[in-house]
């Protein structure tokens, strides 16, 4: 339970230096993206060398549906302590991860009042899956959704197979 | 084990991005200062937030030492996965807590070459010892030193009692 708490109070410090640095600075226009980025960056580093870790003893995955079923559930519940409640495909490389209780945003009220600063606490979680895949030979484009909070959706868009 | 490795890789995307937005500024000259204190300064948050879920259900403690010895053992192993391998005071305030094998610095290599780089990866968890106590309501310094990684001592003072 303290456990979960670490990875929680670390990511909110994170994100709220990355907010602060940004805010000292003139060129305010750019702010969003460039603070989006800076957080995907630090979880696409951080998803390749959890992955690396996760997978040294793994076999081989059958496909890129079998790969994903993994993040799903080994590697989401390492890191956030719960597996991904609903995967869907459209069996043409785009994928939709449903948490129903995102660990990142649960900090919230639920409801739409803080909708807005949601994609603040989820992007360093795209980067994460977009590290994972990409260690594991998937180039993609993570992106996230929220309508209601602590639910939300990732979709990794998948630019090449492995095979 | 791969638990583990999700609070080393945060930590140190984090030492990295806050070295990294000071090099783009002017200020050098108080860079190394500036650097130190916003780590310690995220490290006291955390450690706040993670000794309030810890002492919940927790007795009231005998004095200082008793403490002490619960931050050696129950804090120190939720977070860095082991106990604090050897515990000294001068009963006056003073403490050195002595880790033989600190996680943070073990992905050097021992000996002294990456030596001057250590305080980069010391600053937040004193910070963390400092948010720790605090909330038990002890005000107090911490300092490390590192002789030879990955062993290394921090050592609280303590400037006021509970009592």
Not at 12 to 37: F, G, H, N, P, W
Not at 62 to 67: E, P, R, S, Y
Not at 81 to 87: A, T, Y
Not at 128 to 150: D, K
Request: hydrophobic share 40%; with cysteine.
């Amino acid at each position: 339970m303290a456990d979960d708490a670490l990875f929680e109070f670390l990511h909110m410090e994170i994100v709220a230096l990355v907010y602060k640095e940004q805010a000292t600075r003139e060129d305010i226009d750019k702010e969003r993206v460039t603070c989006v980025s800076t957080l995907d960056a630090m979880g696409f580093r951080v998803g390749q060398g959890m992955i690396e870790r996760f997978t040294k003893d793994c076999p081989t995955f059958k496909d890129d549906l079998d790969l994903m079923k993994f993040l799903c559930k080994d590697f989401w519940s390492t890191i956030f302590k719960k597996q991904i409640d609903n995967l869907r495909t459209n069996h043409q490389g785009t994928y939709v991860l449903q948490d129903n209780k995102f660990a990142l945003l649960t900090q919230f009220s639920s409801g739409k009042q803080y909708l807005e600063e949601a994609p603040k606490y989820l992007a360093f979680s795209c980067g994460l899956i977009r590290g994972a895949l990409s260690n594991l030979g998937l180039e993609s484009v993570v992106t996230a959704e929220v309508s209601l909070m602590p639910s939300c959706k990732f979709m990794p868009n998948l630019k090449s197979l492995i095979n």
